[in-house]
């Protein structure tokens, strides 16, 4: 079983239990998903999910699927569905990144390759299209264009802006579309599959939209603030790459504008050799005592807050709020 089970928002009890009773259910078909009886596969598809995680996709799917009947067919695939896909897509961005671990265990490229670890998220992608299908047409259409957004965020990130881009506008673009975009599908997926009111499922892919940013935001100050036992990540692995992060871009914007010796030197760092460990913690340290750490988490809040003021147009009662703390947990978590 997972290390780290998700933990149920503070909410209605009624609510919260059927909640909980049907992640039950996502973790039981999560396994079966990824049953084979491949010798390498069976090890190598389940070593980041037996690894846990929050579950966040799959929280999304149930909560947005409380707007209507939570037992209708195809809402338990659904959850299923976003975070098999989620999973595929960390096998394939832990071997970009060149990351040695991922929740708290070695990643599958450190383990057993490149090689392996691509092939794996493509099989784990394979399994996903095939829920999508058992789903329905309509799932399987959304589920390929947030397949296409993933790959199109993936690949913006590493190419980078343009000198024209705005570095800004570019980054939350790769934002929207490598988290926002996953997370968009499953609020959407949830309601329209349960049958919410009509119009409910237009607010959660909004929603979803706004969240997965917000969501990203916490992550970029908690990936430079926590430390790796507590993440289950190195701390600041995404700055050996050269991977832009809020933080990092808006050091960058004030070395630019103004004469600031210690911003600056930050920057030098960022573009000098941290291959490392003394040098990457030197830079962390440095980050983490930074203003910039600070403005990402208020940035975070802020887009949360925008968040929740997309939910004000779904009714008023238990799913809501409980989609309101689901946000509120989602930005001030500590790990």
């Given amino acids: 079983?997972?290390?780290?089970?998700?933990?149920?928002?503070?909410?209605?009890?009624?609510?919260?239990?059927?909640?909980?009773?049907?992640l039950a259910s996502v973790e039981s078909e999560l396994r079966e998903s990824v049953a084979t009886s491949d010798d390498i596969a069976r090890w190598t598809a389940r070593h980041l999910m037996d690894a846990g995680g929050k579950r966040v996709r799959p929280m999304?799917?149930?909560?947005?699927?409380?707007?209507?009947?939570?037992?209708?067919?195809?809402?338990?695939?659904?959850?299923?569905?976003?975070?098999?896909?989620?999973?595929?897509?960390?096998?394939?961005?832990?071997?970009?990144?060149?990351?040695?671990?991922?929740?708290g265990t070695d990643s599958a490229h450190a383990l057993w390759g490149n090689n392996v670890a691509i092939l794996t998220g493509d099989f784990l992608f394979a399994r996903a299209s095939a829920l999508s299908a058992r789903i329905g047409a309509e799932a399987v259409r959304l589920?390929?264009?947030?397949?296409?957004?993933?790959?199109?965020?993936?690949?913006?990130?590493?190419?980078g802006p343009t000198p024209s881009d705005d570095p800004f506008e570019h980054y939350i673009s790769v934002l929207s579309?490598?988290?926002?975009?996953?997370?968009?599908?499953?609020?959407?997926?949830?309601?329209?599959?349960?049958?919410?009111?009509?119009?409910?499922?237009?607010?959660?892919?909004?929603?979803?939209?706004k969240v997965g940013v917000a969501f990203q935001l916490a992550d970029d100050a908690l990936d430079l603030a926590?430390?790796?036992?507590t993440s289950?990540?190195?701390?600041?692995?995404?700055?050996?790459?050269?991977?832009?992060?809020?933080?990092?871009?808006l050091i960058r914007r004030r070395a630019a504008e103004a004469a600031d010796p210690r911003s600056r030197e930050i920057v030098a760092r960022l573009d000098g050799d941290i291959s490392s460990d003394d040098a990457l913690r030197e830079l962390v340290?440095?980050?983490r005592e930074d203003q910039a750490l600070e403005e990402t988490r208020d940035l975070a809040r802020r887009t949360?807050?925008?968040a929740v003021a997309i939910l004000a147009e779904l009714p008023d009662g238990p799913v809501r709020e409980a989609l309101t703390e689901f946000t509120r947990t989602l930005v001030q978590r500590r790990r």
Avoid: N
């Fill in 226 to 229: 926590s430390d790796g036992e």
């Fill in 143 to 159: 589920h390929s264009e947030t397949f296409e957004r993933l790959c199109l965020g993936q690949l913006h990130e590493t190419v």
């Fill in 232 to 249: 289950g990540k190195t701390p600041g692995i995404d700055l050996r790459e050269g991977v832009p992060t809020m933080p990092t871009l």
């Fill in 177 to 209: 579309d490598k988290t926002a975009s996953l997370l968009a599908l499953a609020g959407q997926l949830g309601a329209l599959l349960a049958g919410a009111p009509e119009g409910a499922g237009d607010v959660m892919r909004r929603y979803g939209e």
């Fill in 304 to 306: 949360a807050d925008e």
């Fill in 60 to 103: 999304l799917v149930l909560l947005a699927a409380s707007l209507g009947d939570i037992d209708r067919d195809g809402v338990l695939d659904a959850a299923v569905l976003v975070e098999l896909t989620h999973l595929a897509s960390l096998y394939h961005d832990d071997v970009m990144d060149s990351a040695p671990t991922r929740r």
């Fill in 1 to 22: 079983m997972p290390s780290s089970l998700p933990v149920v928002p503070d909410i209605d009890e009624q609510l919260a239990s059927r909640v909980a009773e049907r």
């Fill in 285 to 287: 340290a440095m980050l």
